[in-house]
């Protein structure tokens, strides 16, 4: 007779909005229905059912091919390599739980190695802005609560968050706002007509790449400075004296952001002029600010990181004490520069994403996968460790977008003896520790 069990509570480890009311049915150790996640969240949990793009046993390169060897076998050669290496880079770790995190940075730390986190290619920029000016922020449900005014500056949550609109920042009914949507000013700030846009209150199309140059407008007619030009970053002043009435205005303003913020000329400056305005909008009103999180616990990456060594990411042990430089210790600038010599990734991709020239550096030297599914990283690596995926086939701690810490639950066993992914990092060290006489 077929085994059925339900799921309630369930946390969906996709992205940063982590949501936390999934119902998941099982028949049998496999995922036949998952209710309430989008479309994206559903489909992770599908793809942890075994099938041809699942990897059940580790795998070694021989002759070029990748072929099935056992722990054993994979886990020596991966530590071997780890332990002779002059200076390894080891770069992914914002799919995963916290406590594959705080094992990676004592790995990195007994290798000499070099330690970076997705931030470093999407919300790096913010991280450093918050260093340098700070962060008035709070919670996604204190939004929920209380934002009658929600602005997104390039970010697009209908496609990035899908259901970040639904819980926290739009449709969602709160103490104080009862009539969720209605109660509630959307304005999107983006060069393109996002789908958020299109739904929007209000869309403020600037030019690309002029982000700064708006904030400071925003902020010098906010202090009843006149600007005496027809329009910054292709938006007429009157639209921007319109927008800052609405802001002046609002009883509880947020602002998120996104890669489009972030990831554009002036980067973190982009950041720095958006807190800026914020502190100051503060002075006619109550606002926050939230980053839009991408890899659901890339928050919990640069929190695990920096209470480890001080530093959220983009860190090297070289000098057998941890120092931070994102530029010349971020992976892809490892990458290009040659500096490497062998690379661990885990729970990521980077052979999808990164610049060229870094992924041919990549693929010349010794490469090895800690990933579940066949993705061009794990198929061009020369090792591949299959872990149980965290949140679904383990438990483990995530940190939501806004910082706040969720548990997550195991619904399914993994394939075969896959182990979670600290297990199997906490092996590497163990072996390493004994190759190098520690
Ligand atoms: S919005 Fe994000 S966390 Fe929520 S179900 Fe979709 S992918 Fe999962």
Redesign the pocket.
Known sequence: MKKIKNFEDV?????????DD?KIILEDNKIIEVD???????A?FFSSNVSEHRYTKPMMRNNGKLEEVTWDEALNKAAELLANAKRPLSYGWSSTECDAQRKAVELMEICGGVLDNTASVCHGPSLLAIQDVGCPTSTLGEYKNRADLVLFWGSNPVHA????MS?YSDFIRGYFRVDGHLDRTIIVVDPRTTHTAQMADMHIRLNPGEDYELFNAIRALCRGVELDVKEVAGVPIKQIKELVEILKSCKFGVLFFGLGLTMTKGKHRNVDAGISLIRELNEHTKFNLTPMRGH?NVSGANIVFTWSTGYPYSIDFSKDYPRYNPGEFSAVDILKTNDFDVTLIVASDPASNFPKDAVINMLKKPLISVEPHKTPTSEMADIVLPPAIAGIECEGTAYRMDKVPIRMRKVKNAPEDCMADYEIIEKLIEKVKELKGE
């Open positions: 946390v969906c480890p996709f992205c940063g909005t982590l949501c999934l309430n996640a989008c479309a994206i969240g559903t992770k968050h899908p259901r970040h819980r659901y």
